[in-house]
């Protein structure tokens, strides 16, 4: 299997801007969590998914972002405006079911907002 | 709410040498837990689980201990390999209406010298 593919690894961009990080599970894992990674918060949950329907969105730092998963290969998380703070490390995770704790992650995008 | 501190924030350890990474948790109700291992630039990789009913679990070369009377979890890495070198999370899981939602621990730096 391919594991979590995420898209871009790196976003360098402006302050303001549009920024759509994107995200395929593992085939079959019907479970998607959307994570940031930052030195001072660590590893936090912003958003996470079942069947394509969103379950649990109270991580999500502000209005400025949005997460779909307008399929079951896909989602995306989308930040606009973009802010300087919004720079992190942000992760997909999958689960399936069967074992639905057991999240595996993406190999993360970093995304930096100047 | 939940919360998940480390005991260590680093450690250095020689070849061949045993690891122990600690950690504490909050909610006594946490009823299922997980090692993460993050090498530089990738995302968190699943190590080992354990669940509430089990108070050690083996895998290759790592054990985990868990001692829900004083709300502790370690991670034991027998003959530690420079391959070993990363930050090491303990993720845990309070079950009930925060299903799928998972609380990382703030992390252990291991450092292994040849």
Redesign the interface.
Known sequence: DAG?IQSPRHEVTEMGQEVTLRCKPISGHD?L?WYRQTMMR??E?LI?F?NNVP??DSGMPEDRFSAKMPNASFSTLKIQPSEPRDSAVY?C?S?HSGN?????????TRLTVL | GESVGLHLPTLSVQEGDNSIINCAYSNSASDYFIWYKQESGKGPQFIIDIRSNMDKRQGQRVTVLLNKTVKHLSLQIAATQPGDSAVYFCAVYAGGTSYGKLTFGQGTILTVHP
């Open positions: 979590v479970y969590f660590g590893l949950l996470y079942n379950i649990d992760f995770a689960s639905p704790d057991t999240q595996y992650f993406g190999p993360g």
